[in-house]
């Protein structure tokens, strides 16, 4: 551990945290331990350097296109120096950005103002309105945090008191009614966290339970979930039929699976219902076929970016996104064999990774799709055959990440 520091702290960790993230193309909160665990930070300053640190990720492409315009060049070293130079204020960045941007042309103009990669403009224009995507856009940038109550460990109500006796103050939610929105702490890390640690409360998204509920499970029923690791939906699946699936939860990473294994312990699943399988989903053999799969296929990420801005980074080009696509078209194919009804879901505002997996399975013949009817959600992108009968979550109407959503009804299942 190196004990020796340049006299601007801050400065230098900044300088460190965005390398770090452009060359390793890993998460924020990867990065951030990463760099901390390396030099000797004093313990009081993590917190600001956390938030300075998580704004300068968000605004990147802001703080880049700032820095190059002035003259420090588009490398991490300089885009720090100009940040240096305006007090490290993201408030004076974006204003600097509002005066500056007005003549540019829209696209440009409306990455700038939220630092999104242009060719993400560019494609979501070809689906919504500007006046629609600039809110989506400023949403998505807000940090929040959703905790789901867990009902196979604790009541509402002892999950209520004990949130509050812990000092979180929270919202309750409508539908789902075990989701609460948490409105102090959103910046502290909650893991430690009384009612997190006994598994009476679940960090979790309100769109990632949306992807559980279209499933609309009976219970006693065979339950496949395709990409499961760590295991959050498939948790919630046996929650929402008290414990009673038949489930089987397939992941590729085997220290994912591990991982799930503990989680799912914690938090009351009945292991005799559950298989653990150590499998790529896009080529597995099964000799059953199920009555529900959960398909939330692994993709960019780039609707969880309040969760994690690093994802604004790591797919700054549209060539990331068609080699999700294709990972997400495979594993999809092969699990309508092995299941009757669907969900195809995704963490990602981009139609590649979602209308487009879809529309192509349609048109392929290989399943057709099943409206729902849950409250709050949107039809797909327009633009589509299949906009009308597949959804999104989206952040500026349902203040969570965004999510794209499919109810797939298998043509192939059992063949």
């Given amino acids: 551990m190196e004990t020796v520091l340049p006299p601007n702290q801050l400065e230098f960790f900044l300088k460190r945290l965005l390398n770090y993230i452009l060359k390793a193309h890993v998460s924020y909160d990867k990065a951030f331990r990463t760099i901390i665990h390396k030099y000797s930070f004093p313990r009081w300053a993590l917190r600001i350097f956390y938030k300075v640190g998580y704004y300068t990720v968000t605004y990147y492409y802001s703080l880049r296109w700032l820095s190059a315009k002035n003259g420090y060049g588009t490398k991490p070293a300089g885009i720090i120096n100009y940040f240096s130079r305006i007090g490290f204020s993201i408030r004076r960045a974006r204003s600097l950005i509002r005066d500056e941007v007005k003549q540019l042309s829209r696209t440009k103009r409306i990455s700038l103002l939220h630092s999104y990669p242009e060719f993400l403009v560019k494609d979501l224009l070809n689906h919504m309105s500007e006046k629609e995507l600039d809110k989506m856009l400023k949403k998505l940038n807000v940090r929040k945090r959703w905790l789901r109550i867990n009902t196979l460990k604790t009541s ?206 349609v048109n392929e013949g290989l399943a057709e799709t099943n409206k729902i009817n849950l409250p709050g959600l949107s039809t797909a992108y327009k633009g589509f055959n299949i906009s009308n009968s597949t959804y999104r979550v989206l952040p500026h109407t349902m203040n969570s990440q965004g999510f794209y959503i499919a109810v797939l009804e298998s043509k192939v299942a059992g063949k």
């Fill in 156 to 361: 509402y109500e002892s999950a209520y008191k004990c949130l509050e006796e812990t000092g979180i103050i929270y919202q309750r939610k409508n539908f789902p009614d075990y989701m609460v929105y948490v409105e102090h702490p959103k910046w502290d890390p909650i893991g430690h966290n009384k009612c997190v640690k006994n598994g009476y409360v679940v960090p979790q998204d309100l769109a990632s339970a949306y992807v559980v509920e279209a499933l609309e499970l009976d219970r006693d029923k065979y339950f496949l979930d395709a990409c499961s690791a760590p295991g959050l939906k498939y948790s919630l699946a046996f929650m929402l039929t008290d414990n009673k699936l038949y489930g089987f939860a397939i992941d590729l990473s085997s220290k994912r699976m591990r991982t799930g294994q503990i989680l799912l312990k914690r938090l009351g699943v009945d292991s005799s219902r559950t298989i653990l399988i150590n499998a790529d989903s896009g080529n597995i053999k099964l000799s059953r076929v199920f009555d529900y799969a959960l398909v939330d296929a692994p993709c960019s990420g780039l609707g969880s970016v309040y969760s994690d801005p690093a994802v604004k980074l790591n797919t700054n080009r549209r060539s990331k996104l068609e080699q999700y696509h294709k990972k997400q078209y495979r594993i999809l194919k092969n699990i309508l064999r092995y299941a009757r009804r669907v969900v195809y879901a995704t963490c990602s505002i981009h139609p590649l990774e979602g209308e487009e997996v879809i529309e192509r399975i």
